[in-house]
């Protein structure tokens, strides 16, 4: 979790990209409008248009091998079809996610009641240890600043194994 995920090792990656539209329009005014600048080596890139530039694509958070906050995801966003797609997510579905990740440590909740874990191949492992505690303190120590930003940006999940 929060490394950068290495290709070579099989595994369940989870990728949620935060999206903010840029897009500029005629009937801005001046205080809306964007200015992208996009460089290489300090100079204006040669193959992008910063007018053509739609959206800013950041990753929120990278997760490997938390197979219960994929199976959140896939029940809650992708409506139980797992297929390594990329899925839009309400920023109240996040929120929702962080809050149950706060109820569990909290003790307010069983984690087996409200994020049980998933088998899958090369999913890892499916104990409710160290690991599984770890992953839900990253996940609300990461995206609850994200969500306190004002601003419109929406969410995209995506995994893969």
Known sequence: MGDIPNKNIMGLDMYLSKKTYV?????????EIHKVDVKLGGKKHPHINPKGVTYIVES?????????????????????DDNCGEYYVHREQIQELVD??????????????????????FFGGTEYDEYY?????????????????EGDFDFTYASSW
Not at 63 to 72: L, Q, S, V
């Open 60 to 80: 929120a958070m990278y997760w490997r091998k938390a197979n219960h906050i994929h199976r959140w995801f896939v029940e809650n966003v992708q409506k139980g």
């Open 23 to 31: 897009q500029n329009w005629s009937h801005m005014q001046p205080s």
């Open 100 to 121: 149950l990740c706060k109820s569990i440590l909290d003790k307010k909740e069983k984690p087996e009641d409200v994020l049980p874990t998933l088998k899958g191949f």
């Open 133 to 149: 505690y770890g992953s839900l303190q990253e996940t609300v120590d990461t995206l609850t600043p994200i969500l306190e930003q």
